[in-house]
């Protein structure tokens, strides 16, 4: 009897120690499906079960520094993401890499997932941090080293953000151009052009851009030299008027004085477009049979005339003779002018 009753003894206690055992078990299988779950606070909790359960349970033990490790990155990476969206861009890189070290020593399904999640945090406060650097940019000098950076990370996002960089450098290309192009700064406007396609080698707006400055160059260039050639043609016909037609008669008068002398008054213009000094008058005097009874010359006073200046002159005939009859109809002739031009 006393064999048959500790063997029954230690048949009970086998088997309860072996349903303590399947339940720590249990409790530490669920524990591991909810932590690959993702829900770790629950999975905390199964693995506490397990070693209450079972208090000489390393595994439990392990499982459950792991998953407690596991909640801190998290919320570590929750930091990291609140400060991202306050634009602390820093600080927020600083935490995903705190993270990253703090579950560098572990491995496995759980951590797997966490790794990714810490590359993708550590992605996303960069491609952040691109957007946040691109704005307010005004110059494509500005915007190159911003372009670097997003180029340089392989991702989707930071290709994305190169893109709408690449475009941005467009826009100021086309805009610094059609500045350039208002003054006719065309060397100008092509240096913008090649520095967007530099970046941009093959957009369409930037090469027909550039085409159109070469043509406009050239149209430009022609219609300057078309200038010249007329400036020169218009100087060459001035200094022309200049040198033989710089003076211009507009009235002369002739009268017979109580002397019987022949008083002669005039007036002149210059057309000259620049001062004329020391004007003379070369006249002659004509009988009433149209004969040259006299002849001399004049000076116009003032002695200076700017353009569109007017002079006088007056002169008289002294020695015309008692017994001439006709004065009246005796008349002067200016022959030509002469002059100096300053």
Same mark, same amino acid.
């Given at each position: 009897?006393?064999?048959?009753?500790?063997?029954?003894?230690?048949?009970?206690?086998?088997?309860?120690?072996?349903?303590?055992?399947?339940?720590?078990?249990?409790?530490?299988?669920?524990?591991?499906?909810?932590?690959?779950?993702?829900?770790?606070?629950?999975?905390?909790?199964?693995?506490?079960?397990?070693?209450?359960?079972?208090?000489?349970?390393?595994?439990?033990?392990?499982?459950?520094?792991?998953?407690? *490790?596991?909640?801190?990155?998290?919320?570590?990476?929750?930091?990291? @993401?609140?400060?991202?969206?306050?634009?602390?861009?820093?600080?927020?890189? %600083?935490? /995903?890499?705190?993270?990253?070290?703090?579950?560098?020593?572990?491995?496995?399904?759980?951590?797997?997932?966490?790794?990714?999640?810490? /590359?993708?945090?550590? *992605?996303?406060?960069?491609?952040?941090?691109?957007?946040?650097?691109?704005?307010?940019? %005004?110059?494509?000098?500005?915007?190159?080293? /911003?372009?670097?950076?997003?180029?340089?990370l392989q991702v989707d996002e930071a290709q994305e953000v190169a893109g709408q960089i690449r475009n941005q450098i467009?826009?100021?290309?086309?805009?610094?151009?059609?500045?350039?192009?208002?003054?006719?700064?065309?060397?100008?406007?092509?240096?913008?052009?090649?520095?967007?396609?530099?970046?941009?080698?093959?957009?369409?707006?930037?090469?027909?851009?550039?085409?159109?400055?070469?043509?406009?160059?050239?149209?430009?260039?022609?219609?300057?030299?078309?200038r010249i050639e007329h400036a020169m043609v218009a100087a060459a016909k001035e200094e022309e008027m200049n040198q *033989?037609?710089?003076?211009?008669?507009?009235?002369?008068?002739? *009268?017979?004085?109580?002397?019987?002398?022949?008083k002669v008054t005039g007036s002149v213009k210059s057309k000259a477009t620049v001062p004329v000094n020391s004007i003379?008058?070369?006249?002659?005097?004509?009988?009433?049979?149209?004969?040259?009874?006299?002849?001399?010359?004049?000076?116009?006073?003032?002695?200076?005339?700017?353009?569109?200046?007017?002079?006088?002159?007056?002169?008289?005939?002294?020695?015309?003779?008692?017994?001439?009859? @006709?004065?009246?109809?005796?008349?002067?002739? /200016?022959?030509?002018?002469?002059?100096?031009?300053?």
């Amino acid at each position: 009897m006393i064999f048959l009753f500790l063997g029954s003894g230690l048949t009970g206690y086998y088997l309860y120690e072996e349903s303590v055992t399947k339940a720590a078990i249990r409790s530490f299988e669920q524990g591991e499906k909810l932590a690959i779950e993702g829900d770790l606070k629950a999975a905390q909790q199964k693995f506490e079960e397990a070693k209450q359960k079972r208090s000489r349970f390393p595994a439990a033990e392990t499982n459950e520094s792991m998953v407690s *490790t596991a909640m801190k990155v998290n919320d570590t990476l929750s930091k990291a @993401n609140k400060a991202r969206r306050n634009d602390n861009f820093t600080e927020a890189m %600083e935490l /995903v890499n705190n993270a990253e070290q703090s579950s560098a020593p572990y491995d496995g399904p759980l951590f797997t997932t966490i790794q990714e999640e810490i /590359v993708s945090a550590r *992605t996303t406060v960069m491609v952040s941090e691109l957007k946040f650097d691109m704005k307010g940019k %005004e110059s494509i000098d500005d915007l190159k080293p /911003v372009l670097t950076r997003a180029e340089t990370l392989q991702v989707d996002e930071a290709q994305e953000v190169a893109g709408q960089i690449r475009n941005q450098i467009v826009d100021f290309s086309i805009n610094e151009v059609n500045n350039y192009l208002k003054d006719n700064h065309f060397s100008k406007a092509l240096d913008s052009v090649e520095e967007g396609l530099q970046i941009n080698k093959e957009n369409e707006k930037l090469l027909n851009l550039k085409t159109v400055i070469e043509k406009r160059r050239t149209a430009f260039e022609e219609e300057q030299q078309k200038r010249i050639e007329h400036a020169m043609v218009a100087a060459a016909k001035e200094e022309e008027m200049n040198q *033989t037609s710089a003076i211009e008669l507009i009235d002369l008068e002739t *009268t017979v004085t109580d002397y019987n002398e022949l008083k002669v008054t005039g007036s002149v213009k210059s057309k000259a477009t620049v001062p004329v000094n020391s004007i003379g008058a070369s006249y002659r005097v004509l009988d009433a049979d149209g004969k040259q009874f006299d002849k001399g010359e004049v000076y116009i006073n003032p002695d200076e005339l700017y353009p569109d200046d007017t002079g006088k002159f007056d002169f008289m005939i002294y020695d015309v003779g008692k017994d001439e009859k @006709n004065l009246d109809q005796f008349t002067v002739e /200016v022959d030509h002018f002469t002059w100096y031009l300053n």
